[in-house]
Structure formats: C-alpha cells, structure tokens
C-alpha cells in the first residue's frame, strides 16, 4: 500500500514542503505521524490523504493536521470533522490544530473550529541577509 500512498502524495509536491518520504514513513512506522484517508460512504476510493502528528504540550494534547490532498476535498468536511475526532480521541488528543491556508478558516469554524494563532515562515538563509 506505501507505493500507492506515495504515488497519490507526490502529486502535490508543494503541500509536502518540509518532508522527505524517509521521514513520513519513519513517523508512520514510530506512531509519531498519522495517514488516514477518507472516502464517502457509498465509495470505496480514497477521496482525501489527511496527515497529522500527535504533539504533547504541557497542557494539551494535539492531533496537528498538517496537509489534506485529494479531490473534492470541499466537500468533506463533514467528514473530516469525524474523522479527526475519532482518531484524536483514540490517539488520546485533547485538541485538534489545522495548518491550512486561509479559505479554510472560513469553512472549518462552522464545525467548531477557531484562529488560535498565524504561522509564518522564512527560510534561515533569507533570514540571515535580511538588514
């Protein structure tokens, strides 16, 4: 099955920023990262890839979403929202954190979701020429 996740991931190499497949593997195989797919009910195709990690706080639990491929993925959040309850409360997750772009917001807060805070990224090196 890793050859077939593989194939659909390297599809969208730019939502992957930051991951080797060594390294996604390696996570999966420890536990540390989690692959799930979701698919309607009346389906057997995988629709959506949604990869996360369990990160402990000192006061929480997340189960942190970090990218969803696929097609039609609009239309699952519902689905979504399930799922990444399901897997959070049998991961032994207290929150569950999104890392999307912007137009996700919108849609997420109507299944409970709120901004808690804003990523932003530089890479060292621009960071390091900047005056």
Known sequence: MWPQILERLRAYPDLL???????LFNGLMSGKDVLFALHHD???????????????QP????????FAVG?????????????FHDIARRLGCTDVMVTG????LRKLKDVGFREESTNMVVSVDALGTRQ
Request: hydrophobic share 45%; net charge negative; proline share 0%.
């Open 59 to 66: 006061a929480r639990k997340l189960l942190w979403v970090q």
């Open 17 to 23: 920023t930051g991951y080797t497949e060594e390294a």
């Open 71 to 83: 097609e039609g993925i609009d239309g699952f959040v519902s689905i979504a929202k399930d799922a």
């Open 42 to 56: 009346s389906e057997d195709l995988i629709r959506i890839l949604v990869g996360a990690t369990v990160v402990n």
């Open 101 to 104: 772009r912007r137009g996700w």
